[in-house]
């Protein structure tokens, strides 16, 4: 945040309160609000699911400009849909295969829904019509990419429903489908918006590298919630080096065996940070940079707390609150990204074990960022705020995040019966 904008905001303690509030993987504070009253009724809806869905993105999205806003809001609620069918235990293969094959079609079914489902986010399947109502209201520009998008990753998902991820190129097509595709269809997104340059949406490499480096960090730090929902994603390539079974990871007599392998992961996603550098590098609208960079600093940041940890296998590794709300404030530049990447990846160098099998391979990924990442002379903007202004922001902070929480316990509280 420039120091002027700084200025003007402490100048007006509420506006200031109503930016820092947001709410981005759990933690609650803020970004700048749609106007609801020019929304639809149903599109007012839509905002609605999404608040109530998404851990991650819900803020970033509505901060987004113009019409790529609601674009983006649909896309996420489609493949949020998609996603939940294909979480549903409770759904037979014989039902859910085809459900998952043909589920871009149900986009143009108006009256096209699902009942049936048990999981947490079923409202997004139980009132669906209203989902694909806004999506037929996008441009057609914008319903081809989602549409096309939403067609491949079915077909990913019910590809791996009957197979496990066995080699590390597998661990890669499986992220490609429920997280690559995503970065594809976004970047296609943006570029349509013409908020992007075409470039963005045409190079589908990076793009997919943006949604793997995302997805493997969720992959990894989620270990013990999957295999409490009897769910594996890590590839047994990897594994087998250290246990029989991926179960075996959680046992205490093999915990550095498990550190061992979330280390060898979590090299193997650092390989993906050169793509989101550049990626992030090509970027020109403010909106977008944030969209993109904000999740990015964030799973840096979630590998470098997950790394040599064995916490990772005892329970929940979080990044704390405050350091969110201070990546979420600096992450609006290149420079302070590739400052923050630095940092994170230092940290984890600093960690490295001299007995791990994978730290050669940590060290030369690492080192091979470093000329990528440093800053070349423009410091993160938080270095450049006095402490009276700093001291504010943060005491602000403070009282949003307090107030927030308490606000929050009835509100989830809300989502948890309607949707849980």
């Given at each position: 945040m420039p120091m002027e904008l700084l200025k003007k905001w402490l100048g007006h303690p509420e506006e200031l309160y109503n930016l820092v509030k947001f709410k981005m993987g759990g933690y609650k504070a803020v970004m700048p609000k749609i106007d609801e009253d020019s929304l639809s009724d149903s599109l007012r809806t839509c905002y609605k699911y999404l608040n109530q869905t998404s851990r991650s993105f819900a803020a970033v999205i509505q901060a987004l400009d113009g019409e790529l806003r609601n674009a983006v809001c649909i896309f996420y609620l489609v493949l949020?849909?998609?996603?939940?069918?294909?979480?549903?235990?409770?759904?037979?293969?014989e039902t859910k295969v085809p459900m998952l094959e043909n589920f871009h079609s149900y986009l143009y079914q108006?009256?096209?829904?699902?009942?049936?489902?048990?999981?947490?986010?079923?409202?997004?399947l139980e009132d669906f019509p209203t989902i694909s109502l806004e999506f037929r209201n996008l441009a057609k520009v914008y319903q081809d990419v989602i549409a096309e998008?939403?067609?491949?990753?079915?077909?990913?998902?019910?590809?791996?429903l009957e197979k496990k991820v066995d080699s590390k190129r597998e661990w890669d097509r499986y992220c490609h489908y429920v997280a690559g595709l995503v970065g594809i269809g976004l970047s296609r997104l943006f570029s349509a918006s013409k908020l992007e340059d075409p470039v963005i949406g045409q190079d589908t490499e990076l793009a997919n590298s943006m949604g793997l480096f995302l997805q493997k960090t969720n992959i990894i730090r989620d270990y013990l919630e999957d295999q409490c929902e009897d769910r594996e994603f890590w590839p047994t390539e990897v594994w087998s080096k250290?246990?029989?079974?991926?179960?075996?990871?959680?046992?205490?007599?093999?915990?550095d065996k498990a550190v061992q392998c979330m280390n060898e992961l979590i090299t193997n996603t650092l390989h993906h940070v050169p793509d989101v550098l550049v990626y992030l590098s090509r970027l020109k609208n403010q909106s977008v940079f944030n969209f993109c960079a904000i999740p990015q600093v964030m799973a840096i940041a979630t590998l470098a707390a997950c790394y040599n940890n064995k916490q990772v296998f005892r329970g929940v590794v979080k990044i704390r609150k405050g350091q969110a709300v201070t990546l979420m404030m600096d992450a609006t530049n290149m420079e302070a990204v590739k400052a923050i990447m630095y940092q994170y990846m230092e940290e984890i160098y600093q960690k490295i074990p001299s007995t791990d099998p994978s730290s050669s391979r940590t060290q030369q990924?690492?080192?091979?960022?470093?000329?990528?990442?440093?800053?070349?002379?423009?410091?993160?903007?938080?270095?450049?705020?006095?402490?009276?202004?700093?001291?504010?922001?943060?005491?602000?902070?403070?009282?949003s995040w307090q107030y927030m929480s308490t606000v929050s316990k009835a509100t989830e509280e809300y989502v948890h019966t309607g949707e849980n």
């Open positions: 949020r849909a998609l996603d939940t069918v294909e979480d549903d235990m409770t759904i037979n293969l108006p009256d096209w829904k699902f009942m049936e489902s048990k999981e947490k986010h079923r409202r997004v998008i939403c067609h491949k990753m079915g077909l990913g998902m019910a590809e791996f250290y246990v029989k079974k991926l179960s075996d990871l959680a046992k205490p007599e093999n915990i990924i690492i080192a091979s960022v470093r000329s990528l990442s440093v800053p070349s002379g423009t410091l993160i903007s938080r270095v450049h705020y006095s402490p009276i202004y700093l001291s504010c922001v943060m005491l602000l902070v403070a009282l």
